[in-house]
């Protein structure tokens, strides 16, 4: 079994831009790979709507997780997953880490904003101060060294 994120790792390089179609599901994940992407975004915006919910983190990380799992299983693309803003704290961003990790995406991207959180489309968007947005990112690396 090859890694995804290495995969991705090395299409970065190979690429000078990789374009990424948003998906929300399995049977997405497979046509965007059957029409010849390289890669696939787990889209937050798209997940949420798909279980009628509007991307304002109201999905748990323990459902996002789930759906990135299922998707992982059903394509040999790498996968860029939208993490919200970690599910919490510095300590939540570690176990968010851990389950993404668990689910074969190449990476995930984590947001910088305040509880609760907004699509990017919503205006009124307020983040964490600095200290507190490099605590996470540092868990978040850290994690993934591991």
């Not at 049977?27 to 696939?40: C, F, T, Y």
């Not at 995406?105 to 983040?127: M, S, Y």
Request: hydrophobic share 40%; proline share 3%; with cysteine.
């Amino acid at each position: 079994m090859h890694s995804k994120g290495r995969a991705f790792r090395e299409l970065l390089r190979q690429q000078e831009f990789v374009f990424t179609g948003g998906i929300y599901s399995p049977l997405d994940a497979q046509i965007a790979e059957r029409v010849g992407m390289k890669a696939i975004y787990l889209s937050g915006y798209s997940v949420a709507m798909a279980n009628g919910w509007p991307d304002m983190g109201l999905l748990t990380m323990t459902e996002v997780t789930r759906i990135a799992s299922m998707v992982a299983t059903a394509v040999d693309l790498p996968i860029i997953a939208d993490a919200d803003d970690g599910y919490g704290n510095a300590l939540s961003t570690i176990r968010t880490v851990q389950e993404f990790v668990k689910t074969g995406v190449a990476g995930i991207h984590l947001e910088d904003q305040r509880f609760p959180k907004r699509c990017g489309h919503i205006a009124g968007k307020t983040v964490v101060d600095l200290d507190e947005a490099i605590g996470k990112y540092r868990a978040a690396v850290d994690t993934r060294n591991r």
